[in-house]
């Protein structure tokens, strides 16, 4: 019978890069006491991360930390392997294709109704349906064996299953099917705080579910301000909040608070259109630039960047080098790694595809230009700051970029044809499946630079089907670069990845917020992931 490793990101992988890294994974705060304010057992957090359609786990909420309001089956331990949240136990048949949980009997919803296999099997064929960002293409169907066991049937084998068991939160069938769309607005599930009142724009308030059957947090009641960093700055130095979100650019020394900086896999890089313009997608948007459809363009910027002098300029500092989606990752292939910039070797490499310097410096071949725009989320002043000195550093190899800020919606009807700034990061695998699966080219914000390579796909077709972690692992890691092909720097060269960005937060002197996992990309709240262990010093 084939067991999956239940430990896929091991605490020592997560050590090993944290030592890499030369940083601790205990990020708790350290400066002398201070008496605060409020009531002892409140929290203001001004965090960010509301999310635009609600706190449905059906549609995507909870993917990117904590469900807060939901159970999940699985959850992550302080070193980053499987534990057990409402699942007690789980197995896995022969072929890969049954996954058999069986979840405690004492949790209960916060409408006092207790939580089955049904509701569990609801939440996962209901999340399938929704074609959201929960992957469970893969899925059949989930059924109830009975009252404590849920049993997952898959099309083919996914070793990335557990994955989603860490993600996707329960929600009560009998309500949700009341009003699915209203769902979202006002959720009710089994997890550690129950939803009291969202003002949209302006806060969250939640209070702890003193029915919760796991460790009990330490504060009864949570108020989650939806502040810009702005603001988040201003409601620290009034006093108000317990926990505030920075960025570099305003990180100082504020009395009675520490800053905490934890570690993450939320890169930003460069998508680079790799087909030529011309195409259009099934929804009829442009897809493929012409300059960034030469591998040689791509290449040069890849290994002419200096990525330390970013994270020192852009992110003063607060952040690491990055040299793929996944770095130091179970399934990041090391050979991928990017040695320091060789801004010569590319301006020669450049040369010799025929891509001369012509006005201005900026390069030129058959009377094209080497100039392209770079686009933006316009409110991130953080990407901004990324986008202007890689646009500095490019024009030093004859390229011109030309940084443009733009709302979701400029962006979204234009990012396969111009390349964009994006942030990504996640523990799961099945994030490198979307960034370059060329089944998923062109749709939605999966394999947006249109690169269809046939051996990348039997790998990941192949890491998916494993009945083993280390067969999972090694076709992961074939993807990115088997010698000869693969969608990593190596091979395709379609994204020119830049930095891991730090999280920072301002954190009230007396207060401990515990052993704070490696955070996934910055949507949601993943500063709370660990909120059971938080408490006052």
Not at 81 to 94: G, I, K, M, Q, R
Not at 195 to 217: S, T
Not at 241 to 252: F, Q, Y
Not at 365 to 381: V, W
């Amino acid at each position: 019978m084939f067991i999956y490793l239940r430990s896929i990101l091991t605490a020592r992988c997560i050590f090993a890069l944290a030592a890499a890294l030369g940083m601790s994974l205990s990020f708790g705060s350290c400066a002398k006491k201070s008496a605060g304010t409020g009531a002892p057992d409140q929290l203001i957090l001004a965090v960010g991360g509301e999310p635009d359609e609600g706190f449905d786990p059906c549609t995507g909420w909870g993917r990117y930390g904590s469900p807060l309001f939901q159970s999940t089956l699985l959850e992550f331990d302080k070193d980053m392997n499987f534990s057990y949240d409402l699942a007690e136990d789980y197995s896995v048949s022969a072929n890969g294709l049954v996954w058999t949980f069986r979840i405690r009997r004492d949790a209960k919803f916060t409408d006092g109704t207790n939580v089955n296999a049904r509701d569990v099997a609801f939440t996962y064929n209901t999340a399938k349906q929704t074609d959201s960002e929960v992957d469970l293409t893969r899925m059949k169907e989930a059924r109830a064996v009975n009252d404590t066991t849920v049993e997952f049937v898959l099309n083919t084998p996914m070793s990335a299953f557990p994955y989603i068991a860490v993600t996707l939160g329960i929600v009560p069938e009998n309500i949700y099917t009341q009003n699915p769309q209203a769902y979202g607005q006002k959720p009710v599930g089994s997890g550690p705080y129950k939803f009291v009142q969202w003002d949209k724009g302006q806060q969250l308030i939640v209070e702890r579910n003193d029915d919760y059957y796991g460790q009990m947090p330490a504060f009864k009641r949570l108020v989650l301000l939806f502040y810009d960093t702005d603001a988040a700055l201003a409601s620290v130095l009034s006093g108000e909040a317990d926990i505030a979100m920075t960025v570099p650019a305003l990180v100082r020394d504020i009395p009675g608070y520490t800053l905490l900086r934890c570690l993450s896999v939320d890169n930003r890089g460069v998508s680079f259109p790799a087909t030529k313009s011309g195409t259009k997608n099934a929804d009829g948007l442009p897809v493929g630039n012409d300059v960034t459809s030469d591998i040689a363009i791509r290449k040069a910027l890849i290994y002419g960047i200096d990525r330390d002098a970013i994270v020192n300029d852009a992110l003063r500092g607060y952040g690491r080098r990055a040299d793929s989606a996944c770095d130091n990752l179970p399934w990041w292939n090391p050979q991928t790694r990017i040695s320091d910039k060789d801004a010569d070797g590319q301006k020669k490499a450049l040369d010799a595809a025929g891509w001369i310097e012509g006005s201005g410096g900026i390069r030129e071949k058959n009377g094209l230009r080497a100039s392209f725009e770079l686009m933006y989320p316009a409110n991130d002043s953080l990407r901004q700051a990324i986008a202007l000195e890689f646009a500095r550093q490019a024009r030093a190899l004859g390229i011109e970029v030309k940084p443009l800020g733009g709302s979701w919606d400029d962006i979204g009807r234009r990012m396969y044809e111009t390349p964009v700034e994006f942030g990504w990061g996640a523990h799961n695998p099945m994030e490198i499946y979307n960034l370059y699966y060329g089944k998923y080219a062109t749709d939605g914000y999966n394999n947006l630079t249109n690169m269809v390579n046939p051996a990348v796909d039997r790998y990941m077709d192949a890491a998916l089907a494993a009945l083993s972690y280390e067969e999972a692992i090694k076709n992961w890691r074939l993807a990115q670069w088997d010698g000869v092909t693969g969608f990593s720097s190596l091979g395709d060269a379609t994204w020119c990845w830049l930095v891991d960005i730090d999280h920072l937060y301002y954190v009230r002197s007396n207060l401990d917020t515990g052993n704070q996992r490696i955070h996934p990309h910055g949507h949601g709240f993943p500063i709370i992931s660990n909120i059971k262990e938080w408490k006052r010093k």
